[in-house]
């Protein structure tokens, strides 16, 4: 180009333009609407959404049995990227555009075909998410709500944080503000733990069965149980065993060899199922894999290791600058050491209630452990460290034929940190099957066949192992009933089932 044509399109400034330069800089600061008292209360329908399928309705009944009106929201699917990315920021990671866009459509929904005023919508529902500080983008998820409330025309509509740490509201507390109670936060606790048992059971059950689509619909069984259960304040020991029944009428042959797929990453692309991960678990599934899926209860042990570390750092320089006792210190240890008690132990209760045995509940101390020589565990954000301790626990102890760590894409803690270690860790573990995979709402064509390739080695790894062991001429019953969960030195689950035989 000219330079003459240059200067044609060389927008013209003037002297006004250019003010800003002398300003002083000022702290931006978010408008935070934080108006949720307790007159509202029973007007006021709060949304929330994010977790697996399962969860999310035995979270919406748990709520609602401590009589709050708590509605969860559809699975994210494209329609709810496409519109996160209408109305969001450029740049952000997908789970944004998938959690915001979703709540967009939500209330477009309301408005548009169930008729609902913007006003009565704004006024008398909020939505409900976690949120915090973070070094990635996790600290702007509330500031993109709004952002995008406001711009597809729901100014004002409120958004309600709370850090599982603080409670909610905690920095502007009013008289009148609703808090949430510790009663609020074990039902909430529970939906969730038993959400995760039931999903890590319906991974190991649904890739053997006989009658395609018998486990989803005893799983859809056990949900109704569950969230019965909740809603007439029934013990919820007696209903994992009335789901054991359930899920124990479903026929297996689990002597099929199958590729066991290890699915970690970002936590949200991890656990979602559907559009948000091109519904990675069902398909794995359909290709003949078997999926360890992440549970919530990790990501929970994750939070209270990292609070305890950081704890552990603030006083070692107490220590070491005065020499003193500090009590509130000692406070925050003791509550976070009976956080971390109470949830292995409902856990621990209600997997032997529906028959989850043998499971082991991640262990904090032994993953940062094996990573610390690869990624720094001062460094938290995302999943921190855990993603290089999932790989090197896999290879170490062979846990599975292949390791896929998907993350969304432009992910900061997972692409841009751990992936670089990760290259470190597959070339000191000679022979390890891993997969980094990235996933932006589109591409799925390639996202699928970049798991194909993965699990085509992964598949034959698992016939071998399975071919080199002994098939005894009688096979006992219990090798079909999932409550028969041996441990072994092999990968695969057949392979561990008839090692448990020889
Ligand atoms: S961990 Fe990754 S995907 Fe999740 S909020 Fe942070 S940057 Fe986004």
Partial sequence: MSSAACTNIRPHIKSDD???????????????????????????????????????????????????NYIALSNPDFISFQKGKAYGNRGQCNPTYFTVGNLVKHLEHLRDVEGLSTEKIINEYAYMTSGGCGPCRFGMYITEYRKALRDSGFEGFRVLNFNHDDGIFQEDEKDNTIKLSPKF???LVKAILIGDIINILTYKIRPYEINKGDTDKAVQRCKDIISNAFMEKKNLILAMRRCKKVLKEVKLDRLQPKAKVMVMGEFWAAMTEGDGNYNLHRFLEEEGAECIPQPILSRLMLSIWEAKYALSRVETLNVEDAK???????????????????????????????????????????????????Y???SNGGEGHLEVAHLIESIKENKSHLVISIKPFGCMPSSGVSDGIQSLVTSRFAGSNFLPIETSGEGAVN?????????FKAKQASKEEFEKLNIPENIPDKIHDFTYQPK????????????SLN
Wanted: charge should be positive; proline fraction near 2%.
């Fill in 185 to 187: 936060f074990i039902t």
């Fill in 488 to 499: 072994g030195k092999q990968a695969g689950s057949a392979a561990v089932l008839l090692e």
């Fill in 376 to 378: 720094p565990i001062d």
């Fill in 447 to 455: 996202f699928y066949s970049r798991v194909q390739m993965a699990l």
């Fill in 18 to 68: 250019l003010d800003f330069l002398h300003q002083k800089p000022s702290q931006w600061r978010d408008t935070i609407n934080k108006q949720y008292v307790q007159s509202e209360k029973s007007k006021t329908t709060i949304l929330f959404g994010g977790m697996s399928l399962l969860q999310d309705q035995l979270v919406q009944s748990a709520l609602q049995s401590l009589g709050e």
């Fill in 324 to 374: 003193i006792i500090d009590f509130t210190i000692a406070k925050k240890k003791t509550m976070i050491l009976s956080a971390k008690i109470a949830v292995k132990l409902y856990f621990k209760i209600y997997s032997k209630a529906i028959g989850l045995n043998n499971y082991e509940i991640p262990d904090m101390e032994k993953l940062a452990k094996l990573s610390k020589d690869y």
